[in-house]
Each structure stands twice: as C-alpha cells, then as structure tokens.
C-alpha cells in the first residue's frame, strides 16, 4: 500500500514497483486515516506512508496500522530533515524509513526486505538516528535492562549486533554460523523482548549500553 497526499510522489512510486515482478500494489492512500482502513481492509504485507498527510499524520497512522493488523510491515517516507518525526516512528513500530530520492532498485529492494521483517536502516543510519534523537534515559536504560535480562548471554550477543545494524547475513558471519541459525536468534529475541521488529529491539540494545563504540 502506498500513503501520500501528493499524488505525483504515488504516481512515480508505483511506476517504479511496477518494475517488480514480486510486488503488487493493492491500495494507495492520500491521507493517514484512508491508510489505517486500508491496510485493515486489504492486511497488506509492506505500507509505505509519508510522514506528513492531513486528517491523519503517518505517525499516527503506523500505530494505528501496528496495533490493527500486526502483519504488516510500515515504511516511512521522509525527506532529509524529518529524522526527529522518524525517530518517533520507530518506537510506534516502523520497519524503517526510505527518503524520497531512493534509487529506483534501492526502493524496489527495501519493499522485499521489509515484507521479510527486516528493517530499512543501514548500520550508519541506524546508529545515527538512535544515538542523535533517541538519547540517553536512565528510567529508561533500567527498564531496557530489565527487559533483557532474561536473555542468554550469547541473545545479548546478538541484540548487540542488532543495534549495531547488522543484517542476519551479517551477523552469521560474525557468530560462525549459518543464516538460518542467526534468522532463529533474531526471531526468538524478538518474541522474548515482544518486540514488533528489529528497530525496536536495536533502541532496546542502545538503552541498555550494549552498542559497542562507534
């Protein structure tokens, strides 16, 4: 599904998943509350949503679409100065965030990885964004730490390496070990922390003091 209240920006994001033989666009939407009914109507796999739409912001709209149909995978939509409005996306439940001026293949690829569950924030990105607007909270480090406490030393391990942005690929490498290994480590700390995604798991990690230094 696609959410924007310019049509031209939805014009030219369906031409360009047109390209994609994987992916069908089943719903578009020119404001947030439009979003919200239509991703419950059609529980679509990926909902990409503008940050700034009238009735309904996509703020308010991914919260929505999160609590309604769980399924579903939010994308931001943003250009270069709205990080602050992103950040805030995240902990609602985003998958991550695109800017508009993503290369065609670039956006084609993220709609895939977020329809897997992972998230759309480079290792820098990422890193950036927690570090700049999320920021240090004691009550909230020691809530983080709480939440992890019930995790086994190498699930520290590997939260720490998703905070640190890692894909699952990623992290195999590091821990020596297969793919599908790192894919089960991930989804059963995402289970124990109840986590929606990757993200909210990587702010848990930075809460708690697990990112190593940059």
């Given at each position: 599904m696609?959410?924007?209240?310019?049509a031209?920006?939805?014009?030219?994001?369906?031409l360009?998943?047109?390209?994609?033989e994987d992916?069908?666009?089943?719903?578009?939407?020119a404001?947030?509350r439009?979003a919200?009914?239509?991703a419950?109507?059609?529980?679509?796999?990926?909902?990409l949503?503008?940050i700034?739409?009238p009735k309904?912001?996509?703020?308010?709209?991914v919260?929505?679409?999160?609590r309604?149909?769980p399924?579903t995978?939010?994308?931001m939509?943003?250009?270069?100065?709205?990080?602050?409005?992103?950040?805030r996306?995240?902990?609602a439940?985003?998958?991550?965030?695109?800017?508009?001026d993503?290369?065609p293949d670039?956006?084609?690829q993220?709609?895939?990885?977020?329809?897997r569950?992972?998230a759309?924030?480079s290792p820098?990105i990422t890193r950036?964004?927690?570090?700049?607007y999320?920021g240090p909270d004691?009550?909230?480090a020691?809530r983080?730490?709480?939440?992890?406490?019930?995790?086994?030393?190498k699930?520290?391990e590997?939260?720490?390496?998703?905070g640190?942005?890692l894909?699952?690929g990623?992290?195999?490498?590091?821990?020596?070990?297969s793919?599908?290994t790192a894919?089960?480590?991930?989804?059963r700390?995402?289970t124990?922390?109840?986590?929606t995604?990757?993200?909210?798991?990587?702010?848990?990690a930075?809460d708690?003091?697990?990112?190593?230094?940059?």
């Amino acid at each position: 599904m696609l959410a924007d209240d310019e049509a031209l920006i939805r014009a030219g994001i369906r031409l360009v998943l047109a390209n994609a033989e994987d992916i069908e666009i089943v719903a578009e939407a020119a404001d947030g509350r439009e979003a919200v009914e239509l991703a419950r109507r059609h529980h679509v796999d990926v909902a990409l949503l503008d940050i700034r739409m009238p009735k309904t912001d996509g703020l308010t709209a991914v919260a929505e679409i999160r609590r309604l149909v769980p399924r579903t995978q939010a994308v931001m939509l943003t250009t270069f100065g709205e990080e602050e409005y992103v950040a805030r996306a995240l902990r609602a439940g985003a998958a991550g965030f695109l800017l508009k001026d993503t290369p065609p293949d670039d956006l084609i690829q993220a709609v895939r990885v977020a329809a897997r569950g992972e998230a759309i924030l480079s290792p820098r990105i990422t890193r950036q964004l927690i570090d700049r607007y999320v920021g240090p909270d004691a009550s909230r480090a020691d809530r983080a730490r709480h939440r992890l406490g019930d995790l086994t030393d190498k699930e520290r391990e590997v939260v720490a390496l998703i905070g640190a942005g890692l894909s699952n690929g990623e992290i195999a490498k590091r821990l020596l070990v297969s793919e599908g290994t790192a894919k089960a480590h991930v989804s059963r700390i995402l289970t124990k922390l109840a986590c929606t995604n990757r993200v909210q798991a990587a702010i848990l990690a930075h809460d708690a003091g697990l990112l190593p230094p940059d």
